[in-house]
């Protein structure tokens, strides 16, 4: 289905309008991608949400590795509820 004209005029001013900013961006996130993994440096209450649902042991690894994750977001609380409902996901999607 071919795009009405009045939307591909809007989308293209806000790709040129947004350019400079897209470009910043893009810098910053090639300036983290030559860096090490930083999550033996977050704040105490940033490690502790996002390690809280871990057991003992992996919770120290993920502190120490440098190597890079995959995470998943989900927008509710479910990944560190007490009732843990996605407790085995990682375990299925590897």
């Given at each position: ?46 490690l502790a949400h996002g390690f809280a ?42």
């Open positions: 289905m071919p795009v009405q004209a009045s939307v591909a005029k809007v989308t293209e001013r806000i790709i040129a309008r947004s350019q400079p900013y897209r470009l910043a961006y893009l810098a910053r996130i090639d300036i983290a991608r030559r860096q090490d993994v930083q999550r033996g440096v977050l704040s105490c209450a940033n649902a871990f057991p003992v042991n992996d919770k120290l690894r993920l502190k120490q590795d440098k190597d890079l994750s995959v995470a998943i977001v989900s927008s509710y609380n479910d990944m560190l509820s007490a009732h843990q409902p996605f407790e085995h996901f990682p375990q299925i999607i590897k």
